[in-house]
């Protein structure tokens, strides 16, 4: 009995020993177990705070994406304007571009045709004669006569001298009917003393061109819708008249040449408008 029970005693000892060492692993993996739910623990509601950042964040990207493409969609219609605008523009451009060019091509005409004349008159006329100027002013063709080659003092009366003269002037605007003539008298600043139906020098001056005309209508072939009669008096002097040289210059005759080139001038009126409008 008493080895029974001593045994027994040694198997409960042995018994309660294994408990008290099971019991302390498992506290242990209890605790480590703990451990690693609080880690998972903390871990976990740092991923949900970032989840909750992140979520944030992609609503706010969301949000701006939005922004994004409604301004992409507007963008493009204001792309889409602004190169029809640009489109517009640029053919207006041209438009303007061979308008101009129109434009300069027809005062290169009118500049031609000058040039022509003179070269013309030059030639017929000839320009040795000091008496005789041919110029060119502003684009229109000047004949400046001395009074001394057409009228004699205080007279309106062509003198034979000058129709060799008119003659020749009168052959360069038959042979070219698309020009006008305006023939101009001038004379110095000495009062009219003369006797009839002349009262001053605008009438002496007018009177000398209108007998020029009669001279280049009636005796030299001239058409009279060609021609311009004009009296200037004294009051477009070329030098002072203090010197009786200089008296001489300023009585003078001027044949304006006039090239017919209304063509030119109603294309450059015509575009001319139309940029206008």
Known sequence: MKKIALTL?????????VSKKKYTDLEAKNKETQDLLNTATVKLNSCLEEKAGLAATAATLKEQNQGLISVSKDMTVLSTKGAENIEKALESIKEKDLKISRM???????????????????????????DIEI???????????????????????????????????????????????????????????????LLDNWDLSVKRSTSIIRVLTNQ??????????????????????????????????????????????????????????
């Open 9 to 17: 005693t040694v198997l409960a000892l042995m018994t309660s020993c």
């Open 104 to 130: 300069q091509d027809a005062l290169t005409k009118k500049d031609s045709v000058t040039l022509a004349l003179v070269t013309s008159l030059k030639s017929s006329v000839g320009i040795s004669d000091p």
């Open 135 to 197: 110029n060119v002013e502003k684009g229109v063709v000047f004949i400046s006569i001395a009074d001394k080659l057409l009228f004699k003092s205080g007279s309106y009366d062509v003198t034979d001298q000058a129709k060799g003269v008119l003659a020749k002037v009168a052959k360069v605007v038959n042979d070219k009917p698309d020009f006008e003539c305006m023939v101009e008298g001038h004379t110095d600043n000495v009062p009219y003393n003369g006797t009839g139906v």
């Open 220 to 277: 030299l072939g001239v058409k009279p819708e060609q021609l311009i009669a004009a009296g200037r008096s004294s009051y477009i002097p070329l030098v002072a008249n203090d010197t009786a040289e200089n008296k001489a210059r300023n009585r003078r005759t001027r044949i304006v040449v006039l090239p017919k080139i209304d063509q030119f001038y109603e294309m450059i009126e015509k575009e001319m408008k139309k940029q206008k409008q």
